[in-house]
């Protein structure tokens, strides 16, 4: 075969091979905007860097009734068997934990029936530490979400959004819970905030306090609106002073009993 006839065969493969190409990304980019393939650009492009957000916890860990949220009992010595484990007994929301949908639905989706796409997602973290350190029911409003987007871009669609008040520094001080009255006391979000996150797609909202609604909530706003609507929460989480506010990955290992309301989480961000 001739010089010029290989040549003339490579050109052709390249072309087709480029054709080939530029018809799959052209397909790709539908996909991604019909919502089919997630944009990857909303996740973090990690260095490596894992940020533990859950706190480890026992039965003195703070809980919004008062009492123990993980009793432990051996079930299994090591003297006597070789090895051992425990038996524990464990309230669903209790330490770092989700709240699924049907914790304040009689339908909603239990935290097995979550889908596994929504438990890794953009986090975007919203920090009211000034606004707590006055008021210790602060709430994360519709004016802390627009300024947020204006400092850092669009909330993507499917993120979870946490809320920075600097309460998991509080963690084993009575301050964490109540005030000085004893009566219930600690930032969350506001329905403001909420109703308009739901408008942006948003997959869960978050918060390093015992609830997603503050201490002083009377009616559980929050509760009552956003996990009927088949979102989830994420409550007691720690170390969100140590991810920046966009940019990280966030990655909740929920657990997957049947029909459960929620239960303790390890969360983790990728930064």
């Known amino acids: 075969m001739c010089n010029q006839c290989v040549i003339d065969g490579v050109k052709r493969t390249m072309m087709s091979r480029r054709s080939l190409f530029r018809g799959a990304a052209a397909t790709s980019a539908v996909a991604v ?90 986090l975007c973290v919203i920090d009211i530490t000034a606004k707590a350190a006055e008021d210790p029911n602060a709430m994360v409003e519709a004016s802390d979400v627009e300024a947020w987007v ?28 109540n005030n000085e009255a004893g009566e219930f006391a600690f930032p969350g979000f506001g329905k403001s905030a909420t109703d308009l996150l739901a408008g942006m797609n948003v997959a869960a909202i978050a918060v390093d306090t015992l609830s997603l609604d503050p201490g002083n909530s ?14 989830y929460g994420i409550e007691a989480l720690n170390n969100l002073d140590a991810v920046p506010a966009k940019g990280a990955t966030v990655v909740v290992g929920a657990p997957k009993h049947k029909g459960g309301t929620g239960g303790p989480a390890r969360v983790m961000a990728l930064v």
């Open 33 to 122: 905007a019909a919502g089919m393939i997630p944009a990857r650009q909303a996740f973090a492009q990690s260095s490596g860097k894992v940020v533990d957000l859950t706190h480890a916890y026992d039965s003195d860990f703070p809980t919004f009734d008062g009492k123990p949220g993980i009793l432990y009992e051996w079930a299994v010595k090591i003297e006597e068997s070789g090895y051992q484990l425990h038996k524990l007994t464990i309230f669903e929301h209790t330490g770092t934990h989700i709240d699924a949908p049907f914790h304040f639905s009689k339908d909603g989706k239990s935290v097995d029936q979550i889908e596994p796409q929504t438990l890794v997602c953009p």
């Open 150 to 177: 204006s400092a850092n871009g669009e909330v993507p669609a499917g993120a979870c959004v946490a809320m920075l008040s600097g309460w998991a520094a509080k963690v084993g001080e009575p301050s964490f819970r």
């Open 218 to 231: 009377a009616d559980f706003a929050v509760h009552n609106s956003w996990l009927p609507g088949g979102r």
